[in-house]
Every structure is written in C-alpha cells, then in structure tokens.
C-alpha cells in the first residue's frame, strides 16, 4: 500500500469513527415485514413483499452500530386483488410519489439477553416521526433472526386520506410485524 493510499484510509476510518463494522447481509428468502390493521374490528393482515436492509450491528459495540430498512412501498399486498389495486394510490401510499418508506437508527440499547431497542426515525409518505422498536435477536448457526413488532398511527403518516380517515372503518392504529435473517452477525 502506498503512503498516499495508507493515509486516505487512516483519514477515512478517523471521519467514520474508527475502524467500520462489519457488515451483515440481508437472507429475503427467509425475511418478512408484515403489517395487521382492523378493518370494522376485524383484523386485516397484510405484507410486504420488497423490502432490504442495511446492518452494522455488534453486540460489542452497541454505540456504533447501525440499522437502515427501505420498503417498497408499492409491493404491499393484502392478497386481494381489488383492494391491492387501492394501495398504490394518493390516499393509501400514493407510490407515485412516495416510492419507498424508510427506518434508520439513532441508538440501539441492549435492555436484557438477546433483547434490544433501536431507536430512530421511520418516515412513511414524506412524514417522518422517532419510534422505538423492540428487537429480539436469537442466532442459529450462521444466521441471526432479529424479530419484533411496533405499533404506528396511520393517520399521523397520512395512509387512509379524505373518507378513509374515519377510524370506525379502518383502526388508526397499525402493529407492524418483522422477522428479518441475517448473515454475518458477531456471537451474541
């Protein structure tokens, strides 16, 4: 390596905060990201079919650790073939304009063995708001499921606009669901 080449990298480890963590890897044949809403009282459960990750997560090193997810805003499906043709539009997810909905992290905090929280911001429609998401991770060989669910109020991120706003059709609360496998992470 060259002096030049040596001194980049020391620059570039120095602006990131130290030697980078490994990243994980994403297994989608084995991950889901599901959402259930009540419709008149009656549970609807629904998913999403892309979606993708982005993690740099060590148990060791819970300060620098980092979480980043990108949904398909447009591959929500409640398996019903009118009513994921109204998903797309302006008053649901209005994909158009709003192609993707995004989550990164700002803390994880270890809160007991194999259990965390990952603060940070979700943003849905161009609205964007801080949660706190309960994470279970359990490891299995050479993968780790990191698991949870969390709750979200539609309305505040504009999904269910004009005469779906009425919380007496569809609930204002959503509990978003997510079993994620990942390659890569350190021994818990």
Excluded: C, H
Excluded at 57 to 81: E, I, N, Y
Excluded at 112 to 139: H, R
Excluded at 173 to 185: N, P, T
């Amino acid at each position: 390596m060259t002096r030049r080449a040596g001194l980049a990298l020391a620059i570039a480890a120095a602006l990131a905060g130290g030697p980078a963590l490994a990243q994980q890897r994403l297994v989608p044949e084995q991950s889901e990201i599901a959402f259930v809403s009540k419709q008149m009282g009656v549970p609807v459960e629904g998913k999403f079919k892309k979606f993708d990750a982005q993690v740099a997560f060590d148990p060791a090193k819970l300060a620098t650790s980092k979480v980043a997810f990108t949904v398909d805003t447009g591959s929500a499906t409640l398996g019903v073939r009118e009513t994921d043709a109204e998903l797309p539009k302006v008053v649901w997810f209005n994909v158009p304009r709003f192609p993707q909905a995004t989550f990164q992290s700002s803390a994880i905090k270890a809160v007991g063995a194999g259990k965390y929280e990952v603060a940070g911001k979700l943003s849905i429609k161009g609205m964007s708001q801080d949660v706190v998401v309960p994470v279970t991770l359990t490891q299995s060989g050479a993968t780790t499921t990191a698991a949870g669910s969390f709750v979200i109020k539609r309305l505040a991120f504009k999904i269910g606009e004009n005469e779906w706003a009425d919380t007496s059709m569809v609930a204002d609360d959503v509990q978003v669901k997510f079993k994620l496998a990942l390659a890569g992470v350190p021994k818990l």
